[in-house]
Structure formats: structure tokens, C-alpha cells
């Protein structure tokens, strides 16, 4: 997913705030799923969701306003319940921003965890 810096992205120093990197990740994941063919507002209406229940982000150079990043995004572990989303975030000259983590849980309309239907989990995984 490429994702252009605004003005309102960043600090008073000109930097993307640090926060606004899991918009990114949020955007970038739910991208991931629509690309393959799952869409999360439908999925909802089906009883199944999901929760972020861990996510972590190491960052390693800043951002600027006006700068483009990629966030590639990848899925690297998959179980009943759970499945792990890796990212890259990189700027357009290759630069490395920042790399990240997030622990998804299944769950139904009670938040109550729920196991991740062998289509959804299939459709996740490939590519």
C-alpha cells in the first residue's frame, strides 16, 4: 500500500507522528484483505471479526510531509484463532522506516474468540 505524508501526519517538528503509523498498518491490513476478495464490512455482518491483541513497532529512520511510503505487508503465521501480519514500511528511495507487528484474534459478535473459517484462513495465506 503507498501512502503519501501530509501536513496533518506530522509533529510540530515536521516528522510523521509516531501514532499515525498504525493508521498505516490499519489501512495497509485491511487493503490485504480486500485484495483478496474479503471484505471486512462483510465479513462483520457474517459474525466474524477480529481484534488486534498484540502489536509492536521498532522504527528505525523518520518521515517526512511530502515523502511517499510503501507499507508491504505479509502474513507469517496463521492458527485456529490468531493470525500474524508482518510490515515493511520504506520511503520511495528504498530508505527503511519502520518494521512492525500486529497479533490478530478471530472473534464473534461478542468478542469472544472464534475459530478462522478454513476459506478466510486459505485466502490469507496465499500469495
Known sequence: MKK?????DTDCGGV?????YLKYLEEARS????ERGLIIKDMLKDGIGFVVARQEIDYKSPSFY??????KTRVTD??????????DIVKDSGQLVAN???VIVFVDKALKPKRIPKDIL???ETR
Open 66 to 71: 511530502g515523502d511517499t511510503l510503501e507499507v
Open 31 to 34: 487493503e490485504y484483505f480486500e
Open 78 to 87: 496463521a492458527s485456529l484463532t490468531r493470525i500474524n501480519f508482518e510490515y
Open 16 to 20: 510523521v507522528y509516531y501514532a499515525n
Open 100 to 102: 512492525a507487528k500486529t
Open 4 to 8: 503519501k505524508i501530509y501536513y496533518y
Open 122 to 124: 486459505k485466502k490469507l
